[in-house]
C-alpha cells in the first residue's frame, strides 16, 4: 500500500473533499489483502494524521460576493477579477436597473458608483479594494457597507491590474447615510 505524505496532498477550498478523500483512504487500507496487522495500522494512521494535519492548516474559505452592474461596464468586471484574484467569488448579476439595487441597499446618490456589491451582509459600492473588504469582514462594524464614491481612477478595476489604489478615500457609510473614512489612500 503506497503510503501519503504531507506533500502528497494539496490545498483545496472543500473541507469535505478533504475529508472523503481520507475516508476513501481509509478505507482502501482496510481492504487492502496485506496480512501485516501493523502495515495496515501504520497507513492507516499516516493517512488520519495527514488528512487531519491538511484539515487544520486549510484556511477558511472567503463569503461569496454577489455584484450587481450595468451589462456594459468593464470596470466593474476588472473590480470582480480583483477581488478573484484574492481568493474571493463573484457571482455577476448584469442589470439595467442599478437604481433600484442601489435603493433597496441604501446606497445614496452622493455614495454611489457604478457597480454595488453584497458580501456577507454588508453591501461594497464601487471600487473598494479587497483588502478593506477583508478588513471590513475582520473587524465587522456596525456599518451598511464600505464606498468608494464615483470611479476613482487609481482603484482596483479603474487602473493597471497590480498597481497599488493611490489618491481616493473609501468609506464606511451607516443607515442614515452617514460616512467616515475607513482607509484613505
Known amino acids: 500500500m503506497k503510503k501519503l505524505n504531507s506533500g502528497s496532498i494539496k490545498r483545496v477550498n472543500s473541507k469535505g473533499f478533504i475529508w472523503a478523500m481520507g475516508f476513501a483512504a481509509l478505507l482502501l487500507g482496510a481492504c487492502d489483502q496485506t496480512t501485516d496487522t501493523k502495515q495496515n495500522t501504520a497507513a492507516m494512521a ?87 473588504v477583508e478588513r471590513l469582514l475582520k473587524e465587522r462594524p456596525d456599518v451598511v457597507g464600505l464606498t468608494a464614491p464615483g470611479m476613482p481612477m487609481k482603484s482596483p478595476g479603474m487602473q493597471t491590474v497590480g498597481q497599488k489604489p493611490e489618491a481616493y478615500d473609501v468609506l464606511a ?11 484613505k489612500y
Not at 461596464?73 to 473590480?79: A, L
Not at 456589491?117 to 471600487?127: L, Q
Not at 457609510?173 to 482607509?183: A, C, L, P
Request: with cysteine; charged share 25%; glycine share 6%.
Open 46 to 132: 499516516t493517512t488520519t494524521a495527514t488528512v487531519s494535519s491538511t484539515k487544520q492548516s486549510a484556511q477558511p474559505l472567503k463569503p461569496e460576493v454577489v455584484m450587481y452592474k450595468p451589462p456594459t461596464c468593464d470596470c466593474c468586471t476588472g473590480w470582480a477579477e480583483h477581488l478573484r484574484k484574492d481568493g474571493f467569488t463573484v457571482v455577476v448579476h448584469k442589470r439595467d436597473d442599478m437604481d433600484v439595487i442601489k435603493s433597496k441597499y441604501e446606497v445614496t446618490d452622493k455614495l454611489a458608483s457604478c457597480h454595488t456589491a453584497i458580501v456577507d451582509g454588508y453591501v461594497i459600492e464601487g471600487h473598494v479594494p479587497a483588502a478593506d
Open 173 to 183: 457609510f451607516d443607515k442614515d447615510g452617514n460616512t467616515t473614512v475607513f482607509h
